[in-house]
């Protein structure tokens, strides 16, 4: 907010604000940003979680809440709990439940529990709604249970809950899917919201105030939703600040580039269609630790790459399944079998067809009620992973110009033949499992290391006219994006015909005083702090450094750049 909101809003002179706010800001609580809007840094928020601790403490007939990351949210009240649940029951019936649910609770070593987990059993029970994930298998509960109230598992509470629902909810949305998995051929994306959630959601809107509410419930039930609007003001971001905490799974497209006073409001995956002047506004966008990807014609393609029509406002598409598939490993298990790799193929896409024809969205309807004229669910996307790498078994040297003959040819023939929509790319740090060790990244079909960023365009120029997208070129850039290397990237992609581009930028955030400076630094440059976090964006979106699996960072580091 800025100094005038706050001003307002607490109804206190100017200089008692401005005393106030010296005072937070001193002790690393507040920041102001270049453009005079106050926010509470990293520290700030969490010495705000530990005070809403102290509050709660003092309230003995309530629970407390924590948020996915384990932070606390609030007290477990009525009011608090009917305001994060996607329904409206009764108040009665609401407090029944909850007088029930926080005696039991109460009893537990540490009596807390996590705000959606308790959304979700509300609306469950008192709604008549389906329940976002699938119950974890009895086999490992006593597992999960600890992850979710001894804080000694908070680190992984995320991934063990999300591997152990997903591989129990494969084995129920199919059987020959998850043995696939289990050899290690196939990947496939959040199963838990094909069985009944939301995998990946395209909406188009007006505006954004115009689809706020819903987007606010769609959020929390999806894996990933991409919102096109055809209008943006300032007014409208503020939508953004109020989502879960989930809200990066949210991609913003806009068909022109917005202006650069709205940039800092921006804090969500921006998708651009490229137009006249895209060229010039690129390294306002791309300077910032924000993702931002470029794309031409009528596909826009998702934060993870899923390809997807451009919706038009008042339309929604559904993607009911998403799966990788490694090309390498499949060519391997057919010569050991016998078969023809494109029959191993064939069998994948049609398993993934059987499975999405069963997939029910009731969720999305009801979340979207009123909001659309209509909901079309797509085919679901297979992505066929390591093309060069598989390759490379028998042509030991490719050179970029032979290599297009061959990306059209085969790319050209499973695009046709198979019955799912297929794409090149899956940007999601799972897929690296079913890929074989060396230059091979599931952002491309081809080693995006050792070549020169014209040759990176030439093949993926290929690639995308065939497949209409379903892939990225990936800038990856050491530093700043300068005005000349940014028009040098739209020239190659004007030239060799690329519909996608991904640009991914390396940049250093301070603690203690929030400046973000590009690049990699080991201290502060504007106060000589070495509190400072490398944020770099290896897949889908920016992440510190030294969370970035290392088997994802080798293959991140490996690959062409820019300076």
Known sequence: MTFSELRDMMNIKSGKLNFHLKKLMRANLVMVSSEGRYTLTEFGRW??????????GE???????TSYRGIAVGAGDVERVASVVGCRPKPEELTALLGKLMESIRRWEAPTIDAEVLAVIVETL?????????????????????SLTDDTYAQYRGDLVEALASRYALKRLSPVLYEYQMRGLIYVKDPALSLGGIPLLALGASTLRSVARAITRVVARAAEVVLFVEELEREDLEIIDVLPPDYRRLTLVLEEPPSEDLLPAINVALTIKAGNEVAAALPAMANRPV???????????SLTLASLPLPEPGRAYVVPLRTAVSLPAAVSRASELGVDSRRALELVAGECLRVAERYNYAAVRRALRGVVDGVEVLQPQLAILGFESALRRSYP???????????????????????????????DRNAYSILPDGASSP??????????????????GALQGVLGGGSTFAVRVRGYLTAQAAAEVVRLAEMYGVSNISFHLEFTVCSACGAVVNGRRGVCDACLSSSVTNLVRPLATYEPLDAVPPEVLREYEARTYIE
């Open 443 to 460: 952002l491309s079909a081809f080693h995006l290391s050792g070549r020169k960023i014209e040759d990176l365009a030439l093949l993926e």
């Open 47 to 56: 010495v705000l979680a530990k005070v809403r601790e102290m509050q709660f």
């Open 397 to 427: 040297i490719l050179q970029a110009s032979s290599l297009v003959g061959l990306t059209k040819r085969f790319w050209g023939s499973v695009a046709k033949d198979l019955p799912v929509a297929v794409t090149a790319a899956l940007a």
């Open 291 to 301: 993702p931002l990807l470029v794309f031409r014609g009528d596909r826009v393609p």
């Open 59 to 65: 309230r003995k007939n309530s629970v407390l809440l």
């Open 126 to 146: 008192l709604c008549g709604m389906e329940p976002r994930y699938v119950c974890v298998p009895r086999s490992v509960e006593q597992v999960a249970f600890k």
